[in-house]
């Protein structure tokens, strides 16, 4: 890519973005698409609807979350749904301040930034264009210049809404620049910038005794004071406070219970009224979203203050929990080192699952439902089937904790762990076992985790540990099978021709010899006792494949092994037991023989071609599968 060529192009889309005229043109440019004169609620919903909608399952998933927040479809869809949506229709939810509340590392942060990033992208775009009368320290919507008494005219005519009143700055020039005569009134296109500081505002709290108010509502210009004499007169006032720059966009309080309850009160009128106060001046209109995060124990302390009864009434809070899906958590791991500078070190499959699956059981609650433990509930959780139970135990699983999430180890923390395995040995690839254990010596270290914390915690390494052990016994056997699928797809023709006869109480050809003979009530046992399917329920199980290969049949759809997960893993299960001893001979021999050793190759050269391993991890899996063979 040649760079500068870029910058060029760059330069050009942005002066392609470029519009000025006079408040007359930006009537006429309403006539023709009323979308600028949108609230900045509606700005933000149209921006995350803009980039797509999935239903699945009754459920809406927002694509514009899916790049940075993984495995909280639910919360999204609950935030968008119940404020963001409410909100751009002019509901009483845009009076509210939507509080993100949740554990620390789960990624309310994030959130924010994206609506900024996003916001900023979207006033790019026609649809998302921002227009404000030129030279507003407030940039804000030219049709405050219209007098209250002909709002409702103007609002049938262009069918937009007109709220709130033109900045001081704004009412002075209109007297002194332009005699009132409104059409001549310089108009804009700006770009939402959080670094230019349009339609973005950020405040962070610091020290109380000098944080000063001027930095959300602006502050008295000493310099021109003596020039214009008076401190109500706008010139003699700078409006660059947080609210006022936040103005047509977003404004983020980071931690927000944190602030001096000064700063607070000020969002009690901009959240109900849609105005604040600030210097010697009226109230001063401002169209901005506010958005907060904090953590759950400091909104805990809030609310017991009963001084913060009026702030907490006009708080929309919205719980944002861990993510519980281990595959998701794989990819917020994935993501956190691809942006670190270790990304040429090698990550050996299921390393980062192994951690994930630790996480997850930390941030489970054990489950009432008979029959449910953590590991069965994770698997759940994570799209997996799980024998004796269906959707309807997912969902009533989902529901059985609102605070299910809250708590937990943090991404941060295993993030941590595994970067310190990193540096520490040095290593060109890193594996399950070297986070586990990396995960296991942090613990003591962790300075919130209680003995009895850690003793669970410890407890959960040694789960993740077998399920790992599963996951590299299951890696090596299936690098065994020579052509696999083919294999595979050969077993399960084989057992399909059974149960068909089985159930029509027919006979079956013998492949090699042509003579009809009875189904092969051994075959069919012994795969379907890899996936625990009991004598009595062999029947009910047949049965139940057929009618799905009937169902496919009907769409014109081929079923095969892949198609039904729990045959799947009937015939996978099969192949290895069957292959068990020959794995077990060569990957715990020390001195292999020829045949072994070649054997030995060809394994450890499929598990770096299709598996995703290095040289050095694959012969670490091989070494390791050995042992747990042998054992």
């Given amino acids: 890519m040649d760079i500068f060529r870029r910058l060029a192009e760059y330069r050009t889309e942005s002066e392609k973005l470029t519009w000025s005229g006079t408040f007359r043109d930006y009537i006429d440019l309403l006539r023709r698409d009323p979308a600028p004169a949108m609230t900045a609620h509606a700005r933000v919903y149209d921006m995350i609807v803009s980039h797509g909608v999935e239903e699945i399952g009754g459920h809406k998933r927002y694509k514009f979350f899916e790049r940075e927040i993984y495995g909280l479809d639910r919360t999204m869809e609950k935030l968008v749904e119940e404020y963001f949506h409410s909100a751009a229709r002019r509901l009483d939810v845009r009076k509210r301040i939507l509080l993100l509340m949740g554990p620390v590392s789960g990624g309310k942060s994030t959130i924010v930034t994206m609506l900024k990033k996003g916001m900023e992208q979207f006033s790019r775009t026609e649809r998302g264009a921002v227009y404000a009368i030129q030279g507003c320290p407030m940039h804000e919507e030219p049709l405050h210049l219209i007098p209250n008494e002909l709002r409702s005219d103007v609002e049938r005519e262009l069918n937009v809404r007109i709220e709130g009143n033109l900045c001081p700055s704004c009412q002075m020039r209109l007297r002194t620049e332009f005699g009132g005569d409104i059409e001549q009134v310089p108009v804009e296109r700006v770009l939402i910038s959080e670094e230019n500081r349009i339609g973005i505002g950020t405040f962070s709290p610091s020290d109380p005794k000098s944080q000063d108010i001027a930095d959300l509502t602006g502050s008295i210009d000493f310099s021109t004071i003596t020039e214009y004499g008076s401190e109500s007169d706008p010139r003699a006032y700078r409006f660059d406070g947080e609210l006022n720059k936040a103005n047509r966009g977003l404004m983020e309080f980071q931690e927000m219970l944190k602030c001096d309850e000064k700063f607070l009160w000020n969002l009690l009128s901009l959240t109900q009224e849609g105005n604040f106060k600030a210097g010697r001046f009226a109230l001063i209109s401002a169209d901005e979203l506010i958005v907060a995060h904090t953590n759950e124990s400091e909104y805990k302390?809030?609310?017991?203050?009963?001084?913060?009864?009026?702030?907490?009434?006009?708080?929309?809070?919205?719980?944002?929990?861990?993510?519980?899906?281990?595959?998701?958590?794989?990819?917020?791991?994935?993501?956190?080192?691809?942006?670190?500078?270790?990304?040429?070190?090698?990550?050996?499959?299921?390393?980062?699952?192994?951690?994930?699956?630790?996480?997850?059981?930390?941030?489970?609650?054990?489950?009432?439902?008979?029959?449910?433990?953590?590991?069965?509930?994770?698997?759940?959780?994570?799209?997996?089937?799980?024998?004796?139970?269906?959707?309807?135990?997912?969902?009533?699983?989902?529901?059985?904790?609102?605070?299910?999430?809250?708590?937990?180890?943090?991404?941060?923390?295993?993030?941590?762990?595994?970067?310190?395995?990193?540096?520490?040995?040095?290593?060109?690839?890193?594996?399950?076992?070297?986070?586990?254990?990396?995960?296991?010596?942090?613990?003591?270290?962790?300075?919130?985790?209680t003995k009895e914390e850690r003793e669970k915690y410890l407890n959960f390494?040694?789960?993740?540990?077998?399920?790992?052990?599963?996951?590299?016994?299951?890696?090596?056997?299936?690098?065994?099978?020579?052509?696999?699928?083919?294999?595979?797809?050969?077993?399960?023709?084989?057992?399909?021709?059974?149960?068909?006869?089985?159930?029509?109480?027919?006979?079956?050809?013998?492949?090699?010899?042509?003579?009809?003979?009875?189904?092969?009530?051994?075959?069919?046992?012994?795969?379907?006792?890899?996936?625990?399917?009991?004598?009595?329920?062999?029947?009910?199980?047949?049965?139940?494949?057929?009618?799905?290969?009937?169902?496919?049949?009907?769409?014109?759809?081929?079923?095969?092994?892949?198609?039904?997960?729990?045959?799947?893993?009937?015939?996978?299960?099969?192949?290895?037991?069957?292959?068990?001893?020959?794995?077990?001979?060569?990957?715990?021999?020390?001195?292999?023989?020829?045949?072994?050793?070649?054997?030995?190759?060809?394994?450890?050269?499929?598990?770096?071609?299709?598996?995703?391993?290095?040289?050095?991890?694959?012969?670490?899996?091989?070494?390791?599968?050995?042992s747990l063979l042998n054992r």
């Fill in 301 to 449: 302390a809030f609310i017991s203050n009963k001084k913060n009864e009026a702030l907490q009434s006009r708080m929309i809070v919205m719980p944002v929990p861990y993510n519980l899906k281990v595959t998701d958590e794989e990819k917020i791991y994935a993501k956190l080192i691809g942006q670190s500078d270790m990304k040429h070190v090698h990550i050996a499959p299921h390393a980062l699952r192994s951690a994930a699956i630790f996480s997850i059981l930390t941030r489970l609650k054990e489950s009432k439902k008979q029959g449910m433990d953590l590991v069965k509930k994770m698997r759940l959780y994570d799209g997996e089937e799980v024998e004796g139970f269906k959707e309807a135990d997912l969902k009533e699983l989902q529901n059985e904790y609102s605070e299910e999430g809250m708590s937990g180890i943090d991404p941060r923390y295993v993030i941590n762990r595994i970067s310190s395995a990193l540096i520490k040995h040095d290593l060109p690839c890193i594996n399950a076992l070297d986070v586990l254990r990396a995960l296991k010596d942090g613990l003591d270290q962790h300075p919130s985790i």
């Fill in 461 to 626: 390494i040694s789960v993740a540990r077998k399920e790992y052990d599963n996951l590299a016994k299951k890696e090596v056997q299936k690098a065994f099978v020579y052509s696999f699928e083919e294999s595979a797809r050969t077993l399960f023709e084989n057992y399909l021709d059974n149960i068909e006869a089985y159930c029509n109480w027919a006979k079956i050809k013998d492949p090699l010899t042509g003579e009809e003979m009875d189904p092969d009530e051994r075959l069919m046992r012994s795969i379907e006792e890899q996936i625990g399917v009991s004598e009595n329920a062999k029947k009910a199980f047949r049965e139940e494949i057929l009618i799905r290969i009937s169902a496919y049949s009907r769409k014109g759809k081929k079923f095969d092994y892949s198609t039904h997960e729990r045959l799947r893993e009937a015939i996978e299960k099969k192949l290895f037991a069957d292959l068990k001893d020959i794995v077990k001979i060569t990957t715990s021999t020390k001195t292999p023989d020829e045949n072994q050793l070649k054997r030995i190759n060809e394994v450890t050269k499929r598990l770096i071609d299709e598996h995703g391993y290095c040289p050095v991890c694959s012969n670490e899996l091989m070494r390791y599968v050995g």
